[in-house]
Structure formats: structure tokens, C-alpha cells
């Protein structure tokens, strides 16, 4: 996947375009993803063009974490399918073009855009003025294929990412996740910890340490699945700063993965959050610590056991 950023210089022919910010890769979105990949079967090239910020941001100075870094977000694309995300600057230029303009100047003469795909609620341009009527007219007097998906709905209420950052704020991962088209997940390197894991806990774990921005649920203990390399696993991650332990306080997800023996250090992983088990928690001694997470494992065991027919 080609991914184009920190340049408005990029030019693009015959493309399926998708607007917007994807963050979540939600069921919705996975609607828009499908038809692009039905136009590229037919031959365009499947485009996601969204801002290098989230407008909200620059607009109103208001800082938000997002459900995936953009590492993580060209990840998931790329595994979709998508042959070019486009992370246009979000200036006071570009922010100030009109609809038209946008739709003219940028879609349809730099990114080359034969096919629109948006929601039905879409908004573009300066004020996010531009809307499907817009588009439709547009697309009749500069030939252009405009698809409009109706938003999805699931458990009474439309998909977005808003509604997936509350429920992952609030640590109700299982109902983020149904939203999702893959479990919530944290992508990254596996990083040095106080290597106590293994020798003082009998447990060893992969610690991961998260950009600022991400979004995370509570502090707490949550039975993960993991992918390293090609392969499955199952675990139990602490997502926190193991008050427990004396030091430097800094975010962390570590996970324990059962039945793995593998030097992992610098490896990139994937760690999915499945299910809640218990907040995390100050102990008096590491031996107690030690104790309870060896239960929290055999937790996870039965629950991927359960849910996913997993066996050692
Ligand atoms: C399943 C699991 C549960 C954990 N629960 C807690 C906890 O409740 N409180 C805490 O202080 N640390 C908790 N931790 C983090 C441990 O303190 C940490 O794994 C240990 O200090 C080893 O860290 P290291 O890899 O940096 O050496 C948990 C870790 C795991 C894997
Ligand atoms: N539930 C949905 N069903 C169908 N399409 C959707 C759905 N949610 C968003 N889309 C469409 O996906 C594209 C990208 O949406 P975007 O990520 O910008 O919005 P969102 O998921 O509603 O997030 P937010 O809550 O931040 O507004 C847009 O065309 C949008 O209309």
C-alpha cells in the first residue's frame, strides 16, 4: 500500500475513493471497504483519503486519543486491501477550500477519482459544508460514479468511532469489540521491562509501551489473543503502570502469552483485548501479585478454551 503524507504533491489515476478518518475500522467503515474492493476487482485502485489530524483537533485546540495510531491504521488498511491512504496536511488552506473546490482541485484531478464512496451523513470541505446532495449534482456534471451506504446500525444506536472510544473509555471491550471488525488491539514492538516477569513472578511477559495518543481502556486485566509472525496465541495482559512495582510510572500493556517460549524482544506483536477480568491493583508483596496473575492465566485459559476452542 502506498501511503502518501507531510505532501500535497501526490497524483493518482482511475481510483475508488473512501473520505474520512476510519479510526476504529468499524463495521460501518468495513461497508465503504467492501465496495472499493468491488471497484478494484474491476480494475481502479482503491483509495482511503483522509487528514493528517483530526479536524476536531486543530479546530478547537481540543486534544483526543484515537482507537489506532496511524501505524496501526496502515496496518489494517493494507490488510483490507487498500492500495493508497492518502494523509492529506490539514492546513489553514486546505481548510478553508470550498466543497467544490475540494471535490474538483483534490479528488478529482489529483487523487484521480473515478468512484465516490461515503456515508450517507458525509460532510467535506469548508464548515464541512459539502453533503451527499452536493456530491450527487457533482457527480452528474463532471462524471463521476458517486456510491452513498446508508450508516449502519447495530444494538439500536449508528456505528462510529465516538461511540467506540466511550465504550472502550468506559472498559466495556466485549461491546466496543462487537462493533469492530477485529477485537480492539495494540500493535507494537515488544520493549525491555524490569525483567522480573520471569525470574521473581514466574511469569514472563511482552511488554509494549503505547503512543501517547492511544487510546486505552481502564487500567486492568484483560484476557488478550495475540499474532506474532503468522502464528495465534491466546494470553492475559495488564494494561497500566503495575502500581504493585516500585519505579518510574509510565503506560504499559504487558501480556503474558500461554504455552509461548519464544525471545521476542523487538518483535513486533499484536495484542487484541477480549474480555475484561479484574482492575489492576496495588499488592503488598510480589508473592500475592504472583499468585494472582497465575489465576488471572488459568482465567484466560478456560475463556479462549470457552470462546475459541483453544488447546495448549
Ligand atoms: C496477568 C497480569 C496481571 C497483572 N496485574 C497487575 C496488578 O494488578 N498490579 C500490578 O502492580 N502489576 C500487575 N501486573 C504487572 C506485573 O507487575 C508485571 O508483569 C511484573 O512486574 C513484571 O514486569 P517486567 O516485565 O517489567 O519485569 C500484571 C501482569 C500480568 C501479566
Ligand atoms: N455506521 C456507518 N455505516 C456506514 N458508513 C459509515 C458508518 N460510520 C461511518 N461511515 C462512513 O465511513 C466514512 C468514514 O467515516 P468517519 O471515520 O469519518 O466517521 P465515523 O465512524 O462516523 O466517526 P466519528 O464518530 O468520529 O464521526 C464516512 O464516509 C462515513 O460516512
Redesign the pocket.
Known amino acids: 500500500m502506498e501511503y502518501i503524507h507531510n505532501t500535497e504533491q501526490f497524483q493518482f489515476h482511475n481510483t475508488v475513493v473512501?473520505?474520512?478518518?476510519?479510526?476504529?475500522m468499524?463495521?460501518?467503515?468495513q461497508?465503504?471497504f467492501d465496495e472499493l474492493i468491488q471497484y478494484k476487482q474491476l480494475g481502479y485502485q482503491a483509495a482511503v483519503f483522509s487528514f493528517d489530524r483530526?479536524p476536531l483537533n486543530m479546530l478547537k485546540h481540543k486534544h483526543m486519543r484515537v482507537i489506532y495510531t496511524t501505524n496501526e491504521k496502515i496496518k489494517l488498511l493494507a490488510r483490507r486491501g487498500i492500495d493508497i491512504y492518502i494523509e492529506h496536511p490539514f492546513t489553514d488552506e486546505f481548510s478553508h477550500l470550498s466543497p467544490e473546490d475540494f471535490v474538483i482541485k483534490v479528488l478529482l484531478e489529483k487523487t484521480g477519482m473515478k468512484v465516490l464512496?461515503?456515508?450517507?451523513?458525509?460532510g467535506f470541505g469548508y464548515k464541512r459544508k459539502g453533503n451527499v446532495e452536493l456530491l450527487e449534482r457533482m457527480s452528474k456534471e463532471y462524471d463521476f460514479k458517486l456510491i452513498v451506504?446508508?450508516?449502519?446500525?447495530l444494538e439500536g444506536e449508528?456505528?462510529?468511532?465516538?461511540?467506540i472510544?466511550h465504550l472502550l473509555s468506559e472498559g466495556k471491550v466485549e461491546e466496543a469489540n462487537r462493533l469492530m471488525e477485529d477485537p480492539f488491539m495494540i500493535c507494537g514492538s515488544v520493549v525491555h521491562g524490569n525483567h522480573m516477569g520471569a525470574e521473581v513472578l514466574q511469569m514472563p511477559t511482552a511488554n509494549q509501551i503505547p503512543l501517547e495518543d492511544k487510546l486505552l481502556p481502564p487500567n486492568g486485566v484483560y484476557v488478550s489473543r495475540i499474532h506474532y509472525k503468522d502464528e495465534t496465541y491466546y494470553g492475559i495482559s495488564n494494561v497500566g503502570v503495575k502500581p504493585t512495582i516500585e519505579g518510574k510510572k509510565h503506560m504499559g500493556v504487558e501480556t503474558y502469552i500461554l504455552d509461548f517460549h519464544k525471545n521476542i524482544y523487538h518483535k513486533e506483536i499484536e495484542v487484541e483485548l477480549l474480555c475484561f477480568k479484574r482492575p489492576e491493583m496495588k499488592f503488598d508483596s510480589l508473592e500475592s501479585l504472583s499468585q494472582q496473575m497465575h489465576e488471572d492465566a488459568e482465567f484466560a485459559r478456560r475463556y479462549a478454551k470457552e470462546h475459541y476452542g483453544y488447546e495448549a
Open positions: 473512501a473520505l474520512g478518518k476510519f479510526d476504529g468499524h463495521k460501518g467503515h461497508l465503504i483530526p464512496v461515503v456515508g450517507d451523513d458525509c451506504i446508508p450508516k449502519l446500525e449508528i456505528v462510529s468511532s465516538t461511540r472510544r
